[in-house]
């Protein structure tokens, strides 16, 4: 087992993008619907109860959460960063339009970026919501889709749902570097190997 995201702690919150730390070392972003096991996921996958955690309330947790890799003792030799949760009905079109300042803008323009997570409710489509935010992605940026909470459908029902969001990624004609993982942070299915992907990217 890879222990470096076993490594991760809190490093800073940037509600502007003007608090963004120096570009300096590989990031990774995670983005999610709310709701959709984010959180869980990255605290499964840093072996963490309470690394990342949703905010009950809509909106509330606007601002981008940098986890930091590497020895403790020396500074971050990469960075996990959760970006908010988006697609609350309730989100008034403000809270969609800051997401997109500063998520959006981070997710188009970060030089560091190395990769993206993308979350989903293995149960749910794709949503408009997920495909405004691959949008936001350059060409090149590798895109790992974890498909969350798969340990609610039996292996059949998980093969197809895995055919059918990899139809609807090729209906999207989008050049990025796709992967595609059954995930449970529950049974930690698909873990091992979203391990394996992550610390490949970080440290290539
Ligand atoms: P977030 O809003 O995307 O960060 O979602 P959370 O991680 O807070 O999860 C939303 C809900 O889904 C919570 O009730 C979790 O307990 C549940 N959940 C998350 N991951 C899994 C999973 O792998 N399996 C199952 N069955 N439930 C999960």
């Known amino acids: 087992m890879n222990t470096l995201l076993a490594t991760a702690r809190f490093g800073t919150t940037v509600a ?19 709701n959709a096991g984010k959180s869980s996921a990255i605290n499964a996958l840093c072996q963490r109860r309470r690394l990342a955690f949703a905010s009950r309330t809509p909106g509330r947790t606007q601002a981008l959460n940098f986890f930091a890799l590497g020895r403790e003792d ?6 996990l960063v959760d970006t908010p949760g988006y697609g609350y009905a309730a989100a008034p079109l ?5 997401w997109d300042h500063l998520a959006g803008r981070y997710l188009g323009e970060r030089t560091v ?4 997570v993308l979350v989903l409710d293995c149960r749910r489509e794709l949503t408009e919501l997920d495909r405004h935010l691959l949008g936001f992605l350059g060409p090149a940026t590798p895109v790992l889709i974890l498909m969350a909470k798969s340990d ?6 998980r093969e197809k749902t895995r055919r059918r969001i990899a139809l609807t ?13 059954p995930f449970s942070a529950n049974t930690g299915l698909g ?6 992907w992550l610390v490949r990217h970080v440290t290539e």
């Open 191 to 196: 873990l091992l190997e979203a391990r394996e």
């Open 169 to 181: 990624l090729d209906a999207l004609k989008r050049s990025n570097p796709l992967t595609l993982i």
């Open 152 to 157: 609610k459908l039996g292996f059949a029902e």
């Open 94 to 98: 403000a809270v969609r339009g800051s």
């Open 74 to 79: 020396q500074p971050a030799a990469a960075f």
């Open 16 to 34: 502007r993008l003007a608090q963004l730390p120096a570009p300096g070392v590989p990031e990774i972003a995670f983005v999610g619907r709310s």
């Open 113 to 116: 970026l190395r990769a993206v």
